[in-house]
């Protein structure tokens, strides 16, 4: 008798955080020659990514002088502020999305999502008094609900993603208008209202960059025990310092730098926090490598042992906790819930992962190629903004760099 078609054939070892599952080609084993040099494909990526991100923000500094401000405000603090502020929606989605893509699958649902999310949030406050934590209580499990219906749907009705994510979104933005009888909203509870817009103290931001970098310490020496004990080549003393280094004055630097205009905000903590949750569960965890195993190849990683459904069904899951998370910064940084709200997020989403190295056709990506791109999108958009860039012609700009890193990204992948 077969095996059922989502239960392991075989009996076999527990995939670690270092190891992929068999016959899977993790990221880093992938390499481009440049100029006889051989690269991980993942990390040229990214260095392009970088750079172009540097040329962005160098014309829009350059584009931004004036009178009052000779040196630019493209980069100015309180600029700056506002620019993380606003890409911290796209990016905490940008995070579930790229979950969901790598395990093959799409969502065309998350903005419709925020939004309704948004509405049930601002609805619950007067909920039997409890305010604040009905707020969050709503948006999160009202996010998981979703999110393990249409997982469900795709998992094990066997139904495409892209269809039944294209009915949520007509579906739960109909929902929305319904229950807001196509109101706007206000927010009554201070707490929730202060989460997308208030600042910590900067004493609060130096203690979280301490800790940041202590976890920066142990991971990069945790790191290179676990390869030692796999019998793997750990880096070198010179390249372990220079990846505790770098990140760490990055870290120092950048709480520094918004300090003084007041402190960080709340929003990109919220932001970085989730990240961070993104890069532990796709690099550290059996969950984030059977994801990729499961997008590169759902036969060979079904006969490999992984359950595939429920995998499959998880990441819908996480993605709609993610909206849930979204739609709170959202809301209460416009402070308030709009029908409306949420509008084409999808598509910033998908742009911010695409435009971050991720493969549509599943199996390939990082949560730090999807912040880098949905800190391009957002760069993109605040620049133009401030040199007087139409909103259509934004549109089109931005649609000309999707389809243009989409076509080095094809072209990289042919050279490699």
């Known amino acids: 008798m077969s095996s059922p078609p989502n239960e392991p054939a075989v009996d076999r070892p527990p995939v670690t955080a270092d190891v992929a599952p068999p016959g899977v080609t993790t990221e880093g084993e992938r390499q481009t020659r440049i100029a006889g040099l051989r690269l991980p494909t993942e990390q040229l990526r990214a260095y392009s990514m970088l750079f172009a991100l540097v040329v962005i923000w160098g014309y829009f500094q350059w584009a931004t002088v004036s009178e009052l401000y000779p040196y630019g405000v493209f980069l100015h603090p309180v600029n700056f502020s506002k620019l993380l502020q606003q890409m911290s929606v796209t990016g905490v989605l940008a995070v579930g999305m790229l979950m969901v893509i790598v395990a093959g699958q799409i969502d065309l649902s998350v903005g419709s999502v925020v939004g309704l999310l948004g509405g049930v949030a601002a609805l619950s406050q007067d909920w039997q008094g409890l ?209 409306g709200e949420g509008s084409l997020l999808e598509l910033d989403a998908i742009a911010a992962c695409v435009i971050g190295g991720t493969s549509l056709m599943g199996g390939r990506g990082t949560v730090f190629g999807a912040l880098l791109g949905a800190l391009i999108m957002a760069s993109l958009d605040n620049g133009m903004s401030l040199i007087g860039v139409g909103t259509h012609s934004q549109q089109i700009i931005k649609g000309a760099v999707l389809v243009t890193a989409v076509w080095f990204d094809m072209l990289g992948r042919r050279r490699g």
């Open 131 to 339: 305010g604040f934590a009905a707020s969050l209580a709503a948006a999160l499990l009202g996010g998981l609900l979703v999110g393990a219906l249409q997982g469900g749907l795709v998992a094990y009705g066997n139904i495409p993603a892209f269809i039944v994510t294209l009915g949520g979104l007509l579906a739960w933005r109909g929902l929305v208008f319904i229950l807001t009888h196509n109101e706007t909203i206000p927010l009554q509870d201070p707490t929730f209202k202060g989460i997308g817009r208030d600042l910590l103290a900067p004493v609060v931001g130096y203690a979280i960059a301490v800790v940041s970098i202590a976890v920066i310490v142990w991971t990069t020496l945790r790191r290179n025990a676990t390869r030692r004990r796999h019998g793997l080549k750990a880096a070198s003393a010179g390249a372990t310092v220079a990846r505790i280094a770098l990140p760490s004055v990055l870290v120092a630097a950048f709480v520094f730098y918004m300090n003084t205009q007041g402190g960080v905000p709340i929003p990109v903590v919220v932001f970085f926090s989730v990240a961070a949750v993104g890069v532990f569960l796709t690099n550290k965890t059996t969950y984030g490598r059977y994801l990729y195993a499961i997008g590169g190849n759902p036969d060979a990683a079904r006969l490999s042992g992984i359950s595939v459904r429920p995998h499959i069904m998880a990441a819908f899951c996480l993605m709609g906790v993610l909206a849930g998370v979204a739609s709170i910064l959202s809301t209460s940084r416009l402070q308030s819930a709009s029908p």
